[in-house]
C-alpha cells in the first residue's frame, strides 16, 4: 500500500515534470540557432506529450495497485517509463535531427531562425536601430567647416589612458593620492558645450610611508581624497599637457565650473573603513608644509552609540582600537562600505552593474554616476550574451566581464552617489521593463522616478559604455534579416580594433 502510495505520486510529479520541460524548449540549444529548433517542435515536443500521457496513466495503474497488491509492479512500471524515455525522449529526436534536419538544415529551421533574429533583436533592444546611408564625399568647404564648428571643436584628441598617467604626474600633488580613472563628460564652457576629460583625486592609503600606515593614520585622519581635475578633450598645450580647467589642492577653476564640496568620501579606490567626527581632526588637503584640518559635516557613514556599539564594531573589524581609542566619541560616525562598486551592490544584488561609473559635477558638489541593467537568461528564443571572464577582459573593459550569461538587458535603473556622505539613489528610467517593474513592487520605495533626478546630474547622462559593448556584438549577426543570409553569415561584421603607440617610463615606445 505504502509503495504504491508513492509510486502513485512519483509518476504524477514525473507527469508534471514531462510538462515544464516541454515548455523550456524555447530556451533549447540543439538548433542553428538558440530556442526552439525544427527537431523541438516535431520531435521533441511530441515526445514529452507522450511520455506526459504514459507517466499519467502509470500513475493511475499504481494508484489501483494499492487494491491489486501486484509486486510486479513496483519494477515493471518504473521501467516502463525509463523505457519509453529513452526511446521516445531521446532516440527519436536524435534520429530526426541526423537524419531529417542536418541534410536538409536550412529549409526545417528557417522559421526558426527567423523567429530567433526577431526575439534577439528586441530581447537587447536592437530592433530601435535605425541604419542610414552616409555617401562619402570630397566637397568639404569652408561653409561645412562654419556650420559643423560645434562638432570641429569636441573632436577628442586624448586617449584616456596616457592622459591617466599626465593627470598622475602633474597632479596628484601627493603621494597618498590617486587618480584611478578619467570620465569623458560635457558641460556648457562659456556659453557651449564641450567635451571635457575629468578624474577624481582619491586617498590611497597603500602609498603612505610605511611608517605613517598606522591605525590612526588610515582610520581616523587619512579618511578621503579631494578634489578633481577637469581638462578640455579637444586641446593640447605646446607642450603636448592639458590645459586645466580645475586643477590643484584646493580646486582652481578657470572656468564657471565650480567646486564647493570637494571632499571624497565614497568612490572607486575605498576599501576601507574610516571614523569621522572624532576628536582628532581629518587631514583635508596639503598646504605648504602645513597641512588643512577638517571636521566631517555630512550624514554619512553609522553612528559609533555606547561602548557596547563599539564593542560590536570592534569585533566585526578585529581591531580592539575601537573600544581603547580616546579619539572615538558617541558622536562619532564610521563609516564601512565607501567602495560604490560594493555599495550599490549591496543595496540591490538582483540588478547587474555597469563596469565603468563616471563622475559628475552637480551644483559644487561631486556625485558619481552608476548605470544598473535588468538581465536574464530566460528570455524565449533569444541568442545569449557570453562575458568574458577572464583578466584580459576586466583590464580592456570588456562589457559584463565576470558576469553569467544572459540573453535578455534594459538599462532600467540609474544610480547616483554622493562623494561626500554616500548617499545612494535609484532613479527608475524604463517603466515599461517588466524586470524592474516586479522589482519595484517587491521592494516599494527603493527606486524613485526619473523626474526626480537633480537635473544638473540628468544632464550629464550619457548611453552606457557596457551596454553599447554588448550591442555592438550581438549586432555583428543580427543586422542580418534575412534567414539564408544569417544562415550562411555571409555579412558578418567585425568590430573595429584598436591600435595604440605609447611612450613608456624608459623613454622607449610601446603598441597595444
Do not use: C
Request: charged share 25%.
Amino acid at each position: 500500500f505504502h509503495l504504491s502510495l508513492l509510486m502513485t505520486a512519483a509518476f504524477a510529479l514525473k507527469s508534471v515534470g514531462y510538462w515544464l520541460q516541454s515548455l523550456r524548449l524555447v530556451y533549447s540549444p540543439r538548433g542553428v540557432v538558440f530556442g526552439a529548433s525544427y527537431t523541438d517542435i516535431h520531435a521533441q515536443l511530441p515526445a514529452f506529450k507522450g511520455l506526459i500521457v504514459i507517466a499519467g496513466l502509470l500513475a493511475l495503474v499504481a494508484l489501483a495497485n494499492i487494491r491489486l497488491r501486484r509486486t510486479s509492479l513496483f519494477w515493471g512500471l518504473p521501467a516502463g517509463l525509463a523505457v519509453a524515455s529513452f526511446l521516445a525522449g531521446s532516440i527519436y529526436p536524435n534520429l530526426v535531427q541526423q537524419l531529417s534536419v542536418r541534410p536538409n538544415e536550412l529549409t526545417r529551421e528557417r522559421q526558426f531562425i527567423i523567429k530567433n533574429i526577431e526575439f534577439t533583436r528586441k530581447a537587447f533592444g536592437l530592433e530601435k536601430i535605425v541604419e542610414k546611408e552616409f555617401a562619402a564625399l570630397d566637397t568639404l568647404t569652408t561653409r561645412d567647416m562654419e556650420d559643423n564648428r560645434a562638432t570641429l571643436e569636441n573632436i577628442r584628441v586624448w586617449d584616456w589612458r596616457p592622459l591617466k598617467r599626465t593627470y598622475s604626474q602633474l597632479q596628484e600633488i601627493r603621494p597618498y593620492y590617486n587618480f584611478n580613472d578619467v570620465d569623458i563628460d560635457r558641460y556648457k564652457v562659456g556659453g557651449r558645450l564641450r567635451q571635457v576629460m575629468l578624474s577624481a583625486r582619491e586617498m590611497d592609503h597603500s602609498q603612505l610611508p610605511e611608517q605613517g600606515k598606522t591605525w590612526i593614520n588610515q582610520a581616523l585622519k587619512y579618511t578621503h581624497g579631494y578634489g578633481l581635475v577637469v581638462s578640455p578633450a579637444t586641446e593640447v598645450s605646446s607642450e603636448g599637457l592639458p590645459y586645466f580647467w580645475i586643477k590643484d589642492i584646493p580646486p582652481k577653476s578657470e572656468t564657471e565650473l565650480k567646486v564647493t564640496r570637494p571632499e571624497i568620501y565614497y568612490g572607486e579606490s575605498k576599501d576601507d573603513y574610516v571614523f569621522v567626527k572624532a576628536r582628532e581632526k581629518e587631514f583635508d588637503y596639503p598646504l605648504g608644509d602645513k597641512n588643512a584640518e577638517t571636521i566631517y559635516e555630512g550624514k554619512g557613514g553609522v553612528p559609533v552609540g555606547p561602548l557596547f556599539n563599539r564593542l560590536a564594531f570592534a569585533l566585526r573589524f578585529e581591531n580592539y582600537n575601537l573600544i581603547l581609542s580616546n579619539y572615538i566619541t558617541s558622536d562619532s560616525r564610521v563609516m564601512i562600505y565607501r567602495n560604490i562598486h560594493d555599495q550599490v551592490r549591496r543595496i540591490a544584488p538582483f540588478l547587474t552593474y555597469d563596469s565603468d561609473p563616471y563622475l559628475v559635477i552637480a551644483d559644487g558638489r561631486l556625485v558619481w554616476v552608476q548605470d544598473a541593467y535588468t538581465t536574464t537568461n530566460a528570455y524565449p528564443y533569444s541568442e545569449p550574451f557570453v562575458p568574458r571572464n577572464d583578466e584580459e577582459a576586466r583590464q580592456t573593459r570588456e562589457p559584463f566581464w565576470g558576469q553569467p550569461a544572459f540573453n535578455y538587458v534594459r538599462n532600467s535603473v540609474k544610480v547616483t552617489i554622493d562623494a561626500y556622505d554616500g548617499t545612494v539613489s535609484f532613479y527608475l528610467f524604463d517603466s515599461g521593463d517588466p524586470m524592474v517593474r516586479t522589482y519595484a513592487a517587491i521592494f516599494p520605495g527603493l527606486f524613485k522616478p526619473a523626474s526626480e533626478m537633480p537635473q544638473a546630474v540628468r544632464e550629464h547622462l550619457r548611453y552606457p559604455e557596457d551596454l553599447f559593448g554588448v550591442q555592438a556584438r550581438q549586432y555583428t549577426s543580427y543586422h542580418m534579416l534575412n534567414p539564408e543570409v544569417f544562415y550562411n553569415k555571409e555579412d558578418y561584421w567585425n568590430i573595429a580594433e584598436e591600435s595604440q603607440t605609447f611612450a613608456v617610463g624608459d623613454g622607449k615606445r610601446g603598441t597595444s
